[in-house]
């Protein structure tokens, strides 16, 4: 794998080979291994142009797992602020000698630009562009899917038949984007729920089932995995903002709708959470949630993303 730029570049089998190698990185963990020594010699620059909590600091404790050397760079407070282009910071990210560069970026396309240009030689992993896509939060999505609902069995695995059922704002979401792609590919049946303005306009395309209702969609979906989506207000203009208390009412997870779902399903949450907005603190914080399991298994699949790209291992089942 040269880069990790959309979930719609990987196959059925590079998808689950990942998923599979992350495995791998888990279980050195379990085992209390604290560093492995593969990309030793690596440097590893994190490229934030957005702010993030989850994603920079689990690329970072993956690039260090690894043994990697790790740059941070947020391009608030550096020379970004003074107008210097994507191009010259590439080429000064070139000049340091960076192996994987990790780039989160407001622009939709901005990682592949940056693959595509011949500005620098490193790896790009895409860490969330625009409303575009963020790959590996659906990879780790996907891996903990697969952790929940196969346990101790889950090597080897796709998503077949799985009904995951998606709520929220799906127009500004990256997360959305690349979780249909993915979990369609893994055979999972994906169903989006949204308010109608929260809903893009190129959804014909999508490998989903629409509904507008939340409810039809816990009664008669009877979905195994219910994910909920962050209202980004600060990518909405005012035609798109909802009421709050009418979001919360008729797309919001509650207390009330949790207790509709099936014993065995589960919540997910990609964060940073609304809490009383997009989802209830009981439901954030229920034994049916995997918000925090999320977290910890984003950092075994980027240490699978990072040694797919770096070790120069392209075997296939190696
Ligand atoms: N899920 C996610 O991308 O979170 P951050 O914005 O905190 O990285």
Do not use: C
């Not at 989160?104 to 592949?112: E, K, L, M, Y």
């Not at 630009?113 to 860490?127: E, F, K, M, P, Q």
């Not at 989506?229 to 709708?257: C, K, V």
């Not at 949450?269 to 997009?278: A, K, Q, V």
């Amino acid at each position: 794998m040269r880069h990790l730029l959309s979930t719609r570049d990987l196959d059925r089998a590079a998808a689950i080979r990942l998923l599979d190698i992350a495995e791998d990185m888990a279980d050195t963990q379990l085992r209390e291994v604290k560093k492995l020594p593969t990309l030793r010699g690596k440097t590893v620059v994190n490229l934030f142009f957005e702010d993030s909590t989850r994603t920079r600091i689990s690329f970072e404790a993956a690039a260090k797992r690894l043994s990697a050397d790790v740059i941070n760079f947020s391009a608030k407070g550096s020379s970004v602020s003074k107008g210097e282009s994507l191009k010259d910071t590439a080429q000064t990210l070139q000049a340091i000698g960076a192996d994987a560069v990790v780039i989160r970026h407001g622009a939709s396309g901005a990682p592949r630009t940056l693959a595509n240009s011949g500005w620098i030689d490193a790896g790009v992993l895409n860490a969330g562009d625009g409303t575009h896509e963020h790959p590996t939060q659906a990879l780790l999505d996907a891996f903990t899917i697969r952790r929940r609902l196969r346990p101790g069995a889950s090597r080897g695995a796709g998503l077949d038949g799985v009904k995951v059922t998606i709520v929220g704002d799906i127009l500004h979401s990256r997360v959305a984007r690349s979780n249909v792609w993915l979990l369609d590919t893994l055979g999972a049946e994906v169903t989006l729920v949204a308010p109608p303005t929260l809903l893009p306009v190129d959804l014909a395309a999508w490998p989903a089932r629409i509904l507008y209702d939340l409810d039809v969609a816990i009664d008669e979906g009877r979905p195994d995995v219910v994910m909920m989506l962050r209202i980004q207000t600060e990518r909405m203009r005012d035609a798109f903002f909802p009421n709050p208390r009418e979001y919360s009412r008729r797309w919001g997870l509650d207390d009330e709708r949790l207790a509709r779902l099936g014993p065995d399903s589960i919540v997910m949450h990609p964060g940073p959470m609304n809490r009383g907005l997009e989802i209830s603190s009981r439901a954030a914080d229920s034994a049916m949630s995997t918000v925090r399991e999320q977290v910890s298994n984003g950092v075994s699949v980027r240490m699978a993303a990072l040694y797919l790209l770096l070790s120069g291992n392209t075997e296939e089942g190696s």
